[in-house]
């Protein structure tokens, strides 16, 4: 499974870049609008920092104007990932992008009906929101079931990229799915470090360490 940071917020991707385990990362307008930075500025420092794919999401709503967005955003840096709002508009720029080669990550999906779509326009990624269907009182991690089942039985090549995630729970619920990707807000992916038995449990471990009075690296050591 791959883990994208859901964040706009640079400082917080080199630091979670640093660990080794993120793949890729995803933005969108309120992600940007809270960075407070120019957007292309953003979306080229986050590219230089993670090798992966940076989702930029196009602002406009009519297919000739989202076509050129997409076009100048996959414009700034090579592993831009080209976002499109779950729209026939969206849709139609989708199909036209991913015609050409870039990828594109349709977004604000909220239905299986909505999915199968997306992947009939190429879609190199789809987001389905769990978290803001959980909000209004549905299962958002049906929708994913769906979906995965839905892109098996025809064998579609886009990937599920869990969104609106709000917790361990709903990474774990997605990978027992079979999931491709989740992207997780920083939060989150900290959270998922965290059990209180592995607090717990070194506590010991260096408490009894400490009784021995050894050390693992000396003098001796130090050559290796
Ligand atoms: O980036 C799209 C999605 O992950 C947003 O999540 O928390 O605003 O529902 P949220």
């Known amino acids: 499974m791959k883990f994208f940071i859901d964040t706009a917020d640079v400082a917080e991707i080199r630091d979670l870049?640093?660990?080794?385990?993120?793949?890729?990362v995803t933005t969108n307008?309120?992600?940007?609008?809270?960075?407070?930075?120019?957007?292309?500025?953003?979306?080229?420092?986050?590219?230089?920092?993670?090798?992966?794919?940076?989702s930029a999401e196009v602002t406009a709503t009519d297919h000739?104007?989202?076509?050129?967005e997409g076009r100048y955003l996959a414009s700034i840096a090579g592993n831009?990932?080209?976002?499109v709002p779950l729209t026939v508009d969206g849709l139609k720029t989708c199909k036209v992008l991913a015609d050409a080669g870039t990828p594109v990550n349709v977004t604000l999906c909220f239905s299986p009906a909505q999915a199968l779509l997306a992947a009939k326009a190429g879609a190199a990624y789809i987001s389905p929101?769990?978290?803001?269907?959980?909000?209004?009182?549905?299962?958002?991690m049906d929708l994913i079931a769906d979906i995965v089942e839905i892109y098996a039985a025809y064998d579609y090549k886009t990937a599920v990229l869990v969104a609106s995630v709000r917790g361990p729970l709903h990474v774990v619920e997605a990978a027992k799915l079979g999931a491709d990707v989740v992207t997780l807000p920083p939060?989150?992916?900290?959270?998922m470090y965290k059990h209180p038995l592995t607090d717990k449990g070194l506590e010991a471990f260096l408490a009894d360490w400490a009784k021995?009075?050894?050390?693992?690296?000396?003098?001796?050591t130090d050559a290796a």
Do not use: Y
């Open 17 to 24: 870049a640093s660990t080794g385990l993120v793949d890729g």
């Open 29 to 54: 307008p309120s992600l940007i609008a809270k960075s407070g930075r120019p957007m292309a500025e953003v979306i080229a420092e986050i590219c230089s920092v993670v090798p992966g794919p940076v």
């Open 64 to 68: 000739a104007t989202m076509l050129r």
């Open 80 to 83: 831009v990932a080209v976002k």
């Open 129 to 140: 929101f769990v978290g803001r269907l959980d909000d209004i009182g549905a299962v958002g």
């Open 187 to 191: 939060s989150v992916l900290r959270q």
């Open 212 to 220: 021995t009075g050894q050390s693992i690296l000396g003098p001796e």
